[in-house]
């Protein structure tokens, strides 16, 4: 699941192609902070190790429970001294609040939240000043996973128009279900941007995507990892 592989030209595929959380579309160093939930996985530009490495000015503040999968992380990022990684979890063992105090993080400069943490994405949804702080993040994205939440994907969807919608762009990158349905799976992927953001770095991506779901781009045959499932909604 987590093994590497090659693409003929990594750089343009990723400066191009279609993502579900964004956080790597954005210039070097854009970011003064970014934080990483749920931060498994070290070969797609997004995780934490290549953000560390593409973003050396960025403090990059990882979280991962699982020993295995945080040991393969840590090797990873071994040089990085940019990189700090928690094996902890997030909400559990350390709020929000917490870890902007730890860290010194001043909440109006630049910084990008990554939440992929099979459920303890309640841990920020079930508490006002958490959201009220996550509100500040320039970029929020999030795997949500209603039933191990208690919070229906319905519910997520009405927190992030009432929470951000004034101030961010609600962005859907992928909505699991069988195909010509309604049907949602217990996953779906969103982030969420602020709209300065949005307009002059995200909006430009999305409009000159080369590689997105699309019966034009023959995605499936081209990398074998895009799904219909995979595709862009605007939520606001």
Known sequence: MYRNFKLKNPEEWYK????????????????KNYIDIGACGTCHKWHINHMGK????????GFEPEEKLFNIIKT?????????LHKSFFGKDISLKELIKKYNIDPKEKWCLSCDCEGDEKYLF???DE?????????????I??????????????????HFGD??????????????TNTVFDNSSFFLVKFESFNKIIKPTIDNLKYNWSKAHHC????????????ITYIN
């Open 126 to 128: 079930n508490n006002k």
């Open 220 to 231: 499936a045959i081209m990398n074998g990892r895009l799904r219909p499932e995979h595709f």
């Open 167 to 180: 101030t961010h762009k609600i962005i859907r990158t992928f909505h699991g279900g069988k195909k010509n």
């Open 131 to 143: 959201l009220k702080l996550l509100k500040t993040a320039e970029h929020i994205a999030f795997e």
């Open 145 to 162: 996973h209603p039933s191990m939440c208690n919070i229906g994907y319905e519910k997520f969807v009405e927190l992030f128009i009432e």
């Open 76 to 84: 990873e990022c071994s040089s990085l001294s940019n990189v700090h």
């Open 16 to 31: 191009h192609c279609y993502s579900e959380y964004f956080t790597e579309k954005y210039p070097p160093n854009f970011f």
């Open 54 to 61: 593409d973003n050396p000015e960025t403090l990059c503040i």
